[in-house]
DNA sequence: CTAGGGTTAG
């Protein structure tokens, strides 16, 4: 069974805003997520060990307080909603003795930390405690060099040497060492430290066997030993041991203090369990806990993985309500969230307001508004941010820089990219890796600049910089445009001798390249590379000739389309298409698109009004855009004839090819549709969009009779 | 890493 504590989850949704009155805020928006409640029931299910062995001190205000909520508000019986409804007019109604005070989750008092001692003795045992770290990782040779240790191992000495030992091998070898020798008695300070060096090596299990081992004798677990245990859980994604260790702490009657606490918030904030945190929140606030700023940077992390833009601005005005100034991280955790979010122009402005109150930005701030100015595409943006952390000497680092660059990448600043890569190039710490070539490979690709974007690639051998299967792509896709099908299979080849493992997105990239090849020989190289990358793909292009039945043709493409990561699936629909095209199968194309549609590659390709019918061919490529036109021409050749209603204005939109890759896609389609003679015009007040009225597709398709 | 909690790319 659940604790007591723990059943207090099952609060109902609608309740739990209003259960507490103290809230400035109530009226406010209020996040989300937190109207979901579905899984509440849902919290992570853990083993428990046997408890047996435990001081059975249990603490009965504690205890009986949680009781009195269990029993008063939380039970599954049909009830609820009247209690509900009783709760929300009378929150205090909930205590049943009133004359206690409110029963507390967290106590407000922080673990206090041991007074340090000066000890003379210091410099010694540090340079001692440096060749124990320096020496092999061994017990023998441990203990050999452990044997000239240079002052007897008293209880401030040994914890000294202890304090900074690493690896969490070594800890461990001290550590039984003083404990065996029983130089002095062990104290919790000693597990706890053990403890910390474990958790940097990720030692879960020897963390908790440590834990149970102070059980058995009787070495109290404090505050720091819970959070600790709970920490390297929760960094070894043991999420159900996290908890486990804290539901275990009320029951032995040791109340969390605000560390463990929000360490604990965190555990349910990874888990996504967004109910739980708040009502942990809520409760922890009606225990008269002011939170922190890592309190805080917890919640906005949790609403930004949430994409929960209200739970965001519920955690800036709880902040600004209870006076609790955001440090660095929480801004950046904030920015982060913003991001998530999709609010650039709010991010932005909680920016200048970071700036504005002096809190200076580090490289990681400055990732993540780089990262949300690209997303928006808002080159200026982006680029006067850049001037400002030039010009102000903002930190850049690393992952800094191969941000920019992708940025860069993706709005096409090809100059403002040369410049950050040579930046990189003669760095010290931030060397150009596989990323910011990548990155290059991508500008120069997308540009047309084949030459550069190869020297880049000959360059990465030099450099000993690995090619990953992104930067492959990119300069494949180049080259094809270029038709240097030759310089095209030898970086196929090179890539894949050096281990990339050609992904959806490279074939898609290869099977539009197969889609304009102008000669046999071109196709048949091309096609050398996608057998190797995605045979049944190609013996699927070769089907599509020839009179292979439909029902044939469908359950292939089905099939195939399953094992295609879902966003690579309109791309290769696309490129199909364009291939069918190509090679005068019409029809095929038409069967295709039907697919395609049909498998909901292409949502919202028509859209109706009363007033307006729209053909949506933005994501087609130039021959899927042609054969939908056609497709939708012929429907509504059909509804003329058969003399149904029109609306009174018919558009097809290509879009103005602002985007780097749709470039082109209204051209060939005014051409088509000059081809076609059909009414259609492109308006000069949006670019894209082709409008005819229902008058000029009545006489267009009368007079082809 | 001097006993415990929070933030960064693809």
Not at 87 to 110: A, E, F, G, H, M
Not at 302 to 327: C, H, T
Not at 511 to 528: F, G, P, Q, T
Request: net charge neutral; with cysteine; charged share 25%.
């Amino acid at each position: 069974m659940a604790s007591t504590f723990f059943t207090s989850f099952d609060i109902p949704n609608t309740l739990d805003l209003k259960k507490h009155n103290h809230h400035p805020l109530k009226n406010q928006t209020r996040p989300k997520t937190r109207f979901y409640c579905n899984n509440s029931s849902k919290s992570p299910k853990t083993t428990k060990p046997d408890l047996s062995d435990e001081p059975k001190k249990q603490n009965p205000s504690l205890s009986q307080q949680l009781q009195t909520l269990s029993t008063t508000i939380l039970s599954d019986t049909p009830q609820k909603n009247n209690q509900t409804s009783q709760l929300l007019s009378k929150p205090k109604s909930i205590w049943v003795n009133p004359t206690k005070p409110r029963p507390s989750v967290l106590n407000l008092q922080r673990h206090k930390k041991t007074s340090y001692v000066h000890n003379p003795q210091i410099r010694d045992l540090r340079m001692f405690s440096k060749k124990l770290n320096e020496c092999e990782n061994d017990k023998d040779v441990f203990f050999k060099v452990l044997d000239d240790i240079p002052h007897p191992p008293t209880r401030e000495n040994a914890l000294l040497v202890l304090n900074s030992l690493k690896p969490w091998e070594k800890t461990v070898f001290f550590f039984d060492w003083i404990k065996e020798k029983e130089f002095f008695p062990m104290e919790t300070i000693f597990y706890n430290v053990t403890m910390k060096s474990l958790r940097f090596g990720r030692q879960f299990q020897l963390i908790e066997n440590l834990a149970l081992e102070m059980i058995e004798n009787g070495i109290e677990l404090d505050n720091i030993t819970y959070s600790t245990i709970i920490t390297c859980a929760k960094r070894s994604n043991l999420f159900d041991k996290a908890v486990e260790w804290f539901e275990r702490m009320y029951k032995t009657g040791l109340m969390p203090d605000e560390v463990t606490y929000s360490a604990v918030l965190d555990v349910y904030a990874k888990l996504g369990k967004v109910e739980e945190v708040m009502s942990l929140y809520e409760r922890g606030r009606a225990s008269g806990w002011t939170p922190d700023a890592i309190a805080f940077a917890v919640l906005a992390k949790m609403f930004g993985e949430a994409g929960d833009y209200d739970g965001i601005r519920y955690v800036l005005q709880e902040m600004k309500s209870l006076g609790v100034k955001p440090n660095l991280v929480v801004f950046n955790s904030l920015l982060e969230a913003m991001g998530k979010a999709g609010k650039p122009g709010l991010a932005r402005s909680l920016f200048e307001e970071m700036v504005a109150a002096d809190i200076a930005p580090d490289a990681k701030t400055l990732t993540s508004l780089v990262k949300i100015y690209g997303k928006a595409r808002w080159a200026r943006d982006a680029l006067d941010l850049w001037q400002r952390m030039k010009s102000n000497g903002w930190p850049m680092d690393f992952i800094l820089y191969n941000t920019l660059l992708s940025m860069c990448a993706d709005l096409g600043l090809q100059e403002e990219a040369e410049k950050l890569f040579d930046d990189m190039k003669g760095s010290d710490n931030c060397k150009p890796d596989s990323w910011s070539y990548t990155a290059m490979l991508n500008i120069y690709g997308s540009g047309g600049h084949v030459d550069k974007a190869m020297t880049l690639f000959d360059q990465m051998s030099k450099e000993n910089v690995a090619v990953n299967v992104m930067g492959c792509t990119c300069l494949i896709q180049c080259l094809g445009r270029a038709k240097r099908m030759d310089d095209l299979v030898t970086v196929f080849e090179t890539s894949l001798k050096k281990g990339i493992r050609p992904d959806d997105r490279l074939c898609g990239c290869l099977l539009s390249v197969v889609s304009y090849c102008e000669n046999s020989d071109d196709l048949d190289k091309v096609i050398a590379c996608l057998q190797q990358a995605n045979p049944r793909l190609v013996s699927f292009v070769n089907s599509l000739e020839g009179n292979t039945e439909f029902e044939k043709v469908k359950e292939e493409f089905k099939g195939i389309l399953n094992n295609t990561e879902v966003e690579a699936r309109r791309p290769f629909c696309n490129c199909l298409i364009d291939i069918c095209r190509k090679r005068n199968l019409d029809e095929r194309a038409h069967e295709l698109l039907y697919m395609g549609t049909m498998y909901g590659l292409y949502p919202g390709l028509h859209t109706k009004t009363s007033e307006e019918w729209r053909l949506n061919v933005r994501s087609l490529s130039v021959g899927a855009a042609h054969t939908a036109f056609e497709e939708w021409m012929g429907t509504l050749s059909g509804m003329v004839n058969r003399q149904e209603p029109l609306p009174e204005l018919l558009s097809a939109s290509t879009g103005a090819g602002t985007h780097k890759y749709s470039q082109g896609l209204a051209n060939a389609f005014e051409s088509h549709v000059t081809k076609l003679s059909a009414p259609f015009r492109q308006t000069e007040e949006k670019p894209g969009v082709f409008v005819a009225s229902r008058e000029d597709i009545m006489s267009w398709v009368q007079s082809k009779v």
